[in-house]
């Protein structure tokens, strides 16, 4: 059974930065792709960003693009999201998402498309 764990929320004020990283653990780990979403409260889950974990290509969000950076470590199972200038919209519970197989989409954006989930690590920006 695949465990993602996250951190390296915190608050932060507007424009500052933050880091974080979700690591992967449990059985013999596999995935096609990684993903971060979040979730403000009252509000869906949306999608963030992807990383496919053989290439490192990339896709954003339009709402973070320029802004946000995802990174994954082969060795150490880990993705991480770099967030700079960040504002009070991008407050949010933020979950790291695995996805295992690839089945005819290159990138997936859609929460339902993955399979294992961290608990989330909330990140609040004030203005």
């Known amino acids: 059974q695949v465990q993602l764990v996250e951190s390296g929320g915190g608050l932060v004020q507007a424009g500052g930065s933050l880091r974080l990283s979700c690591a992967a653990s449990?059985?013999?780990?596999?995935?096609?792709?990684m993903g971060w979403f979040r979730q403000a409260p009252g509000k869906e889950r949306e999608f963030v960003a992807t990383i496919n974990w053989n290439d490192e290509s990339t896709y954003y969000a339009d709402s973070v693009k320029g802004r946000f950076t995802i990174s994954r470590d082969n060795a150490k199972n880990t993705v991480s999201l770099q967030m700079n200038s960040l504002k009070p919209d991008d407050t949010a519970v933020y979950h790291c998402a695995s996805r295992t197989f690839y089945s005819g989409q290159y990138y997936y954006t859609d929460p339902a498309k993955y399979d294992y989930w961290g608990q989330g690590t909330q990140v609040t920006v004030s203005s």
């Open positions: 449990g059985g013999a780990f596999s995935s096609y792709a």
